[in-house]
């Protein structure tokens, strides 16, 4: 017998009887099949995992299911808009903001709550922003780039 949980994911009421040691990164790759929240390291480090839950950037490594009882949850499955892809991911495809794409589901969330912080960010606030996310093909210069065009793009 589990937790019952309860939470709107990507706008989708969805629910279930947990173990109550359920991360949230696990509620929603192994539950609900939403694999395009990575898993990098477990232990909050990389930011692979992050996804918005009441709109703020968070490691969902990091939280227990139970913990976003009630949240609104956003993942990358979430933010495109009827198949058109979301300024920050084209901005990410257009300026080679990835190279193997582990990393980019995670930078890309994080970058566009970072975007709603500072809509009009400094390359030193992108880069202070994004300094919880790793890319392990240290393709650092043009993911800043992409976060940058990514936020123009949002004002336009
Ligand atoms: Fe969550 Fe690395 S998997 S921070
Ligand atoms: Fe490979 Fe970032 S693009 S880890």
């Given amino acids: 017998m589990g937790t019952p949980v309860a939470m709107t994911?990507?706008?989708?009421?969805?629910s279930a009887d947990l173990d109550p040691r359920t991360l949230l990164v696990e509620f929603l790759r192994d539950h609900l099949r939403l694999t395009g929240t990575h898993v990098g390291c477990d232990t909050s480090q990389c930011g692979a995992c992050t996804?918005?839950?009441?709109?703020?950037?968070?490691?969902?490594?990091n939280i227990l299911a139970a913990q976003a009882q009630g949240a609104e949850v956003v993942t990358i499955e979430g933010i495109g808009n009827?198949?058109?892809l979301h300024p920050m991911q084209a901005a990410f495809r257009d300026h080679h903001g990835l190279q193997c794409g582990?990393?980019?589901?995670g930078m890309v969330m994080n970058a566009i709550h970072l975007v709603k912080k500072h809509p009009s960010p400094s390359e030193e606030t992108v880069r202070a922003?994004?300094?919880g996310n790793f890319c392990r093909c240290t393709g650092y210069p043009n993911i800043v780039k992409a976060v940058l065009a990514g936020a123009a793009a949002e004002k336009r």
Avoid at 9 to 14: E, S, Y
Avoid at 102 to 105: D, E
């Fill in 129 to 131: 922003g994004l300094d």
């Fill in 82 to 84: 009827n198949g058109e």
């Fill in 102 to 105: 582990f990393c980019t589901p």
């Fill in 51 to 61: 996804v918005h839950v009441n709109g703020r950037a968070v490691k969902a490594c």
């Fill in 9 to 14: 994911v990507n706008g989708k009421a969805t």
